[in-house]
């Protein structure tokens, strides 16, 4: 049978409101949808009167999952996927379930729709002419700064999933490593308590380290001025010469390649290897 095929529908990242009609077509007409949270998507389904079967999917029981779902299309069967909020595939288990699909040579439609992303970029008021989406940011303070001292120099928004017990934190480290931008803070959106914090990173990290945040956050941090190159940061290149000679690379081969990752001269990051600043 050659009807079977993977739709992967976005569904609200809170507003219930915020669902496609053919996204509704699809979660209807499935034989089955496979759900990142049952009861989340529960009320959803509730709200719109659908009572298509459910079978949880999620990162605990991919690697059994994803062979059946993959079976039940090659029959025939239409399988829609959700995840908790906005679009699958981006920063949860969705993606894996997608390649596998793909790689088995079966149809996988996509129907858009929300994105935490879109809806936070927009709302920053940062420029969108160019965004860059980092997922999660690493929570290890060495690697935090690693990863933020290698997008300093980006002609770009920078987008961040963040928890927000983390959230604080994170914005501190980011004044640290990137001072004067323009950053956002974007809370709860489409739901009762949204919140955006918009205004240079240090205020926006002054404001918030007061406060006990609660629900889920994006955070964005603005490109850098025009002309504004990022100073040296020794630091970071000195915790990620002493990660990879952990790791067993050479001293050259590591000059090397934290010269890419952070954006550096290498003469610079050789300097700093070998003791001289
Ligand atoms: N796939 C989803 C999407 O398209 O937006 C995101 C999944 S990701 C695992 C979950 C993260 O998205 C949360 O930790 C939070 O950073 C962000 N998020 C989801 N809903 C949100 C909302 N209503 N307001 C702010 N951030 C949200």
Redesign the pocket.
Known sequence: MASGRLSVC?TP??NLGDVTVRVLDALRDADLIAAEDTRVTRTLLARYGIETPMRSYHAHNLDSRTPEIVERIGAGERVALV??????????P?AHLVDACIEADLAVEVLPG????I??LVASGLPTHAFYFGG?LPRKAGELRTRLTALADLDATLV????PRRTAATLAAIAEVLPGRQACM??????MH?EVVRGPVEEVAATLAQRELK????LLVGPPARGERSPLDTDAIRVRLDELAAEGLKRSEAVKRVAEELGARRNDVYRIAHGHE
């Open positions: 976005a990242i809170g995840s908790d909020a906005g679009t699958p595939g981006v920063s949860d969705g929300p994105s935490a992303i809806t936070a999660f961040f999933y963040e928890s974007a809370r709860e959106l489409t739901k949204e629900g889920e956050v994006v």
